[in-house]
């Protein structure tokens, strides 16, 4: 069995040792060295030809960042991120994202021995899955060829009412999803209808992300609040460490947040979202999977299809990972299957026809 070779780039002798020795448990995967700064990784990788880095963000002579930028640019490879839970960490592990990163894991808390455990298996499971990443997938949307996707939807949706809807999006991601998200966002109009989105973030990530989705879209990205009325015009981003659904009460859509169990291990779930929205929205819906790790989504995308919805996924060439996505094309409740810069306007002219 050939094994998945992983570098280790970390300030802290410490960090190095514990992912050292937690990588080197997994039968696949073999770590082929540690270096504790960028410019020694450097030298490392032309000589051990690694498939999958692991990279601290916080390093003298050179940070994380300016190292994966020059790394992406030179020589990209999956790369995942050690992040901390603060909200400059939450920041730059977004920007590293953004560079191509694949995702990230927060750095352990050496103190807690079931948080080291859960860390164990989430650093596994995701050099595993960047081992096997669409390498180019998160480089290649920069600039979406969509032309005048805005401009082109601007008059069909100028006449809707902005306080009285039926109209629904809703959609998930995971792993490669905040910038996916911002791709597809970018393209929707500032009247469009409303969407509603859960991404796989920790809590501390999701102001700033929120922000990232505010700053590329001509609508209003916001984190919203138990009982908030959903608005024409605006994105609703599931906040980190909560359930969030929606219900329909006096012919209006109202946000849904809840401090419940974690479903398909997350908090938020794509799949309590979709479940939400198909049982209020029905044949008014469209319902999104984006690139992600795992199947969240796909058993209420399934929902939603049966409740006559429109629905659609990232085609597996475009995105980071297909587990997701796959998941729901495996259960055959999939109307479309586009790259991600199309999708936008695969939305756009559904709300255009009608759901139906």
């Keep these: 069995m050939k094994k998945i070779r992983v ?9 190095r040792k514990i992912l050292t020795s937690v990588l080197n448990n997994a039968p696949d995967i073999e770590v082929v060295g540690a270096a504790e ?14 498939d999958v880095l692991t990279l601290d963000i916080e390093m003298p002579h050179m940070n994380g960042i300016t190292f994966l930028r020059n790394l992406m640019r030179l020589r990209p490879m999956p790369v995942v991120m050690i992040s901390t839970l603060t909200h400059h960490g939450a920041e730059v592990t977004l920007e590293a994202l953004a560079l191509g990163a694949v995702d990230f894991v927060l750095k352990p808390r050496i103190d807690a021995e079931h948080t080291l455990a859960d860390f164990s ?7 595993r899955v960047a081992a096997n990443t669409n390498a180019l997938a998160q480089k290649q949307h920069e600039e979406p060829p969509v032309v005048n996707v805005i401009n082109a939807m601007q008059n069909i949706l100028s006449t809707r009412n902005t306080t009285s ?12 999803g905040t910038e996916a998200i911002k791709v597809v966002v970018k393209s929707l109009p500032a009247n469009c209808p409303p969407v509603l989105i859960t991404q796989h973030l920790p809590a501390a990530f999701s102001e700033s992300f929120v922000q990232h989705i505010d700053a590329v879209t001509q609508m209003t990205a916001t984190i919203p609040v138990h009982g908030q009325v959903v608005e024409w015009g605006n994105i609703y981003l599931a906040p980190g460490g909560f359930q969030m659904g929606v219900i329909r009460m006096n012919n209006q859509y109202i946000i849904q947040i809840e401090d419940s169990p974690p479903v398909n291990r997350h908090k938020p779930a794509v799949d309590v979202l979709f479940h939400a929205a198909a049982k209020c929205a029905k044949e008014n819906a469209v319902c999104v999977l984006l690139t992600g790790m795992g199947a969240d989504g796909a058993v209420g995308m399934q929902a ?3 409740a006559g919805a429109k629905t659609i996924i990232q085609d597996e060439a475009s995105s980071v990972v297909w587990g997701m996505p796959g998941a729901a094309f495996k259960l055959g409740c999939t109307d479309y299957v586009v790259p991600l810069d199309e999708i936008a306007a695969k939305i756009l002219t559904l709300v255009k026809t009608g759901l139906r």
């Design 165 to 176: 809807f039926t109209k629904l999006i809703v959609l998930g991601a995971s792993t490669g």
């Design 304 to 306: 939603m299809k049966e």
């Design 121 to 127: 298996e989430e650093i596994i499971s995701k050099v």
């Design 7 to 15: 570098l280790i780039v970390d300030d802290s002798l410490l960090v």
């Design 37 to 50: 700064d960028a410019l020694v990784a450097r030298d490392m990788i032309k000589e051990l030809n690694p």
